[in-house]
Nanobody, 131 residues
């Protein structure tokens, strides 16, 4: 049984950092090819942040997150982290982890998550950036 769960959200001041963690258990390497992070701000559509390949550890970032956010995973390929630096109020959102059937790619971040084949979502963790 596949289970995905996030932790590490909270309240942080602008300019601060936060690291999100996600445990995805019960995954088959030949079925779930990537782990990824997405977010949804109030009143906005969900958007892809980053993903990491469970095959070779390669990463993909949505353009607007390059430089401030870093995705990483353990050798066991079931834990994935999102290090977020220099946080801004506009980063306030619910952050979701996902175990993804697709290969880690811009397609998975931009389009694939909209499909029924996409994968398994976590319940989300709230990140609030405010002074």
């Amino acid at each position: 049984q596949v289970q995905v769960g996030e932790s590490g959200g909270g309240l942080v001041q602008p300019g601060g950092s936060l690291r999100l963690s996600c445990l995805a258990s019960g995954l088959r390497l030949d079925d779930y090819y990537a782990l990824g992070w997405f977010r949804q701000a109030p009143g906005k559509e969900r958007e892809g942040v980053s993903c990491i390949s469970r095959i070779d550890g390669s990463t993909t970032y949505a353009e607007s997150f390059k430089g401030r956010f870093t995705i990483s995973s353990t050798n066991a390929k079931e834990m994935v982290y999102l290090q977020m630096n220099n946080l801004k109020p506009e980063d306030t959102a619910v952050y979701y982890c996902a175990a993804i059937h697709y290969y880690c790619s811009e397609y998975a971040l931009q389009t694939g998550w909209r499909t029924s084949y996409f994968g398994t979502w976590g319940q989300g963790t709230q990140v609030t950036v405010s002074s």
